[in-house]
């Protein structure tokens, strides 16, 4: 069974731009959240989806945003990218429907704003 | 959710017993132990978890106290591999944060030859 799928690895991005990250999660799992990992902040929720809807947001700011696909597929949006946006961006997903369920992580998305 | 307390780092043998401990003295009696790891550069990867009773699968051990304030997870023969920053997490159930884990600073661990 595949894993959490995440593209792209690696890019660069410059400030001022936007950048589009897509997941895809474990074949059946309906509940996709993102996570930003910084050297400074560890590793920080960004947003839930499940069934296509918003579920839960974490402290971020409006620039990121989020969106899930009719197959469970995320793609996460920044714009306007800061240089603090530099990190690594992972994507987990669990069957959702029972917050005992198991979260599973993919290998994540570096991005460096320059 | 329950705050979790770890050392920040330790060393362990490679082919010895690495023992992590983690507190958690505020946990309540709904929620779970979780432990993940995360080695370099590569996302976190779920290891075990559980409520009250030890639980043991093929990668680790855990035990939890009685009282549940603590609990150790244990890789039975640590290899290099094993190096890496484990985090334990406490997590609820029966709400709605189905995707929501919140992460600690972890334990940085380093197996030597």
């Known amino acids: 069974k595949a894993g959490v799928t995440q593209t792209p690895r690696y890019l660069i991005k410059t400030r001022g731009q936007q950048v589009t990250l897509s997941c895809s999660p474990i074949s059946g799992h309906r509940s996709v959240s993102w996570y930003q990992q910084t050297p400074g902040q560890g590793l920080q929720f960004l947003f839930e989806y499940f069934s296509e809807t918003q579920r839960n947001k974490g402290n971020f700011p409006g620039r990121f945003s989020g969106r899930q696909f009719s197959n469970s597929r995320s793609e996460m949006n920044v714009s306007t990218l800061e240089l603090g946006d530099s990190a690594l961006y992972l994507c987990?997903?669990?069957?959702?429907?029972?917050?005992?369920?198991?979260?599973?992580f993919g290998e994540g998305s570096w991005l460096t704003v320059v | 959710d329950a705050k979790t307390t770890q050392p920040p780092s330790m060393d362990c043998a490679e082919g010895r017993a690495a023992n992590l401990p983690c507190n958690h003295s505020t946990i309540s009696g709904n929620e779970y132990v979780y432990w993940y790891r995360q080695i370099h550069s590569q996302g976190p990867q779920y290891i075990i978890h559980g409520l009250k009773n030890n639980e043991t699968n093929e990668m680790a051990s855990l035990i939890i106290t009685e009282d549940r304030k603590s609990s150790t997870l244990i890789l039975p023969h640590a290899t290099l591999r094993d190096t890496a920053v484990y985090y334990c997490?406490?997590?609820?159930?029966?709400?709605?944060?189905?995707?929501?884990?919140?992460f600690g600073a972890g334990t940085q661990v380093v197996v030597t030859p």
């Open positions: 987990a997903s669990s069957p959702g429907g029972y917050s005992g369920n198991t979260i599973y």
């Open positions: 997490i406490v997590r609820v159930e029966g709400t709605d944060s189905w995707g929501k884990l919140q």
